[in-house]
């Protein structure tokens, strides 16, 4: 029963460096999410996918954030010229479809920008 | 704009007793209100949801009380045990063409400790 998967668990990278995370979704599920979670707050959405293409990316917070899932399934957040305040739990979701209410996580990625 | 207010930001509570959080949103659109629990090192996970059609959701001990006038909702834990400690997070969302459900607005979550 494999849930939501996200890769890798914690990464540490240099202020100025490209990183990719990875989300691998529940089989089956047409809707993929990235969320944002720094210390203390709630998840903030980042970016939707219905199928391979991006519906709503309205809280990507700038152009060095970008997302892709070219084939529809596994999704990768990457993230150019990384600052400081970058660091963050960053969150995959899936759900059934876009109509369908339940969203789940995976554990998260953990980024430390230094 | 913060549109999902939530409180307290940490609450203790003994054994046996209740534990109630609050949140508050400004979206009159928003019509599905889910709570979320999350546990240190985890994702969050869906612990019970409501909408907006229905004043109370009961599962377990878990009950959602919704006041869709005062566009307030509640999270009422009966019975709190130890193993309830964790960080809720109460959301919200909507659907309409070219967005979805899954398209959480949370709040900024409750830390909840259930001692023994």
């Known amino acids: 029963g494999a849930g939501v998967s996200q890769t890798p668990s914690n990464k540490v990278t240099e202020k100025g460096k490209y990183v990719e995370l990875r989300c691998d979704p529940i089989?089956?599920?047409?809707?993929l999410y990235w969320y944002r979670q720094s210390l203390g707050q709630g998840p903030e959405f980042l970016i939707y996918?219905?199928?391979?293409?991006?519906?709503?990316d309205s809280g990507l917070p700038n152009d060095r954030f970008f997302a892709v899932r070219p084939e529809g399934s596994v999704s990768t957040l990457k993230i150019q010229r990384t600052e400081r305040g970058d660091s963050a739990v960053y969150l995959c979701?899936?759900?059934?479809?876009?109509?369908?209410?339940?969203?789940?996580f995976g554990q998260g990625t953990r980024l430390t920008v230094v | 704009q913060q549109q999902v207010k939530q409180s307290p930001q940490s609450l203790i509570v003994q054994k046996g007793g209740i534990s109630i959080i609050n949140c508050a949103y400004e979206?009159?659109?928003?019509?599905?209100f889910p709570w979320y629990q999350q546990f240190p090192g985890k994702g969050p996970a869906l612990l019970i949801a409501?909408?907006?059609?229905?004043s109370e959701k009961k599962e377990g001990r878990f009950t959602i009380s919704f006041n869709k006038s005062a566009k307030q909702f509640s999270l009422h834990i009966m019975d709190s045990q130890p193993g309830d400690s964790a960080t809720y997070f109460c959301a919200a969302s909507e659907w309409r063409v070219g967005t979805s459900y899954g398209k959480l607005t949370f709040g900024q979550g409750t830390i909840l400790t259930v001692h023994p």
């Open positions: 979206n009159t659109a928003f019509d599905y």
């Open positions: 089989s089956g599920h047409t809707a």
């Open positions: 409501i909408r907006p059609d229905v």
């Open positions: 979701a899936s759900s059934l479809s876009d109509v369908n209410t339940e969203a789940f």
């Open positions: 996918f219905q199928g391979t293409g991006a519906a709503d």
